[in-house]
């Protein structure tokens, strides 16, 4: 922890938003360790520095541990920093819930548009088959 302060008083590194087109590590990769960081008032310290740039992957997070993950403890764990978060910034908790809901939201139309797209394709595909019915050789020995 002292290690990750030192980098971070001497500017080595800055919170900032995430690139275009990439993503975050899903949340299936968090450990319970990653969530006793949030005790340690040094770390919430520093991550308050960046909190508008990252809240929306916080607590996309928190949600999603809270959803699926395997793990009890991790579940507990999640669920008293999501408690810790929504007490520092109930708003920008809330549109941080919004943001992700509306992700999501987006993600199911994209799903439902290819499910249709292929069911298109494959309805065309097999029109074309019955109206030009494959032509077979038989070879006799």
Not at 33 to 47: G, I, P, S, T
Not at 106 to 134: G, S, T, V, Y
Request: glycine content about 4%.
């Amino acid at each position: 922890m002292a290690e990750m302060a030192t980098l971070h008083s001497n500017g080595t590194w800055e919170l900032g938003p995430l690139p275009p087109g990439k993503q975050i590590v899903g949340s299936c990769w968090v450990a319970e360790r990653a969530l006793y960081m949030w005790n340690n008032e040094q770390f919430v310290k520093m991550a308050l520095i960046g909190t508008v740039e990252v809240f929306n992957v916080i607590v996309e997070g928190m949600e999603k541990n809270l959803k699926w993950h395997w793990s009890k403890s991790v579940r507990q764990l999640t669920e008293s920093v999501k408690v810790m978060l929504e007490e520092m910034d109930p708003d920008l908790y809330s549109k941080g819930l919004m943001d992700m809901e509306a992700k999501e939201s987006m993600a199911h139309l994209e799903d439902i548009k290819r499910k249709k797209k292929w069911e298109r394709i494959e309805w065309e595909a097999a029109k074309n088959q019955f109206f030009n019915p494959q032509r077979y050789i038989r070879v006799s020995y």
